[in-house]
T-cell receptor
């Protein structure tokens, strides 16, 4: 089983649609969680951290369910500029350090 | 100056060549990373330097050799690579807070490596 699992998509949605991505992780000791965005042939950039109580940043809402080991990202009122690959990232403790584990990414294409 | 820079941006090398990738961060961070991104695969962590400790992924072949002379610079020395090593190599930095806690990672633009 992959440590961080995402549906690779692609998700093809019209402008203005609401779309949700899910991510599951296998290590229950995972400490912190993030969503990164990666545009084609560019480096990943942090979109938002995911907090236990859930958090919202404009049109983006992130949720964490520790019991089910599941993270979600909801995008409302999709824009053409939201087209990208969304990476689910989990920070796992490793001794006195930690390591970030990246999912494969979910590709979103927003169409006019 | 952008936060994390990488040179070269593109590199084509033969299997017998020796080359080095360079990364520099201007963010005052204390942790730096090398990742490999192959087509259709997740980012794979290769090496971490954090608080002067090197954490090495055991599956990284010895033909990849990292060097971290100080907290702002990171190198990846390459020798006798194979065609399957062709990929995007990304450097990142972050502030390590201790006890396994990593804050946001900032990535460089990457070096696209082709091994012939």
């Amino acid at each position: 089983r992959k440590e961080v699992e995402q549906d690779p998509g692609p998700f093809n949605v019209p402008e203005g649609a609401t779309v949700a991505f899910n991510c599951t992780y296998s290590n229950s000791a995972s400490q912190s969680f993030f969503w990164y965005r990666q545009d084609c042939r560019k480096e990943p950039k942090l979109l938002m951290s995911v907090y236990s109580s859930g958090n919202e940043d404009g049109r983006f809402t992130a949720q964490l369910n520790r019991a089910s080991q599941y993270i979600s990202l909801l995008i409302r009122d999709s824009k053409l500029s939201d087209s990208a690959t969304y990476l689910c990232v989990v920070n796992q403790r490793s001794g006195n350090t930690g390591k970030l584990i990246f999912g494969q990414g979910t590709t979103l294409q927003v169409k006019p | 100056e952008t936060g994390v820079t990488q040179t070269p941006r593109h590199l084509v090398m033969g299997m017998t060549n020796k080359k080095s990738l360079k990364c520099e961060q201007h963010l005052g961070h204390n942790a730096m990373y090398w990742y490999k991104q192959s087509a259709k695969k997740p980012l794979e962590l290769m090496f971490v330097y954090s608080l002067e400790e090197r954490v090495e992924n055991n599956s990284v072949p010895s033909r990849f050799s990292p060097e971290c002379p100080n907290s702002s610079h990171l190198f990846l020395h390459l020798h006798t690579l194979q065609p399957e090593d062709s990929a995007l190599y990304l450097c990142a930095s972050s502030q390590f807070s201790g006890r396994g806690s990593y804050n946001e990672q900032f990535f460089g633009p990457g070096t696209r490596l082709t091994v012939l």
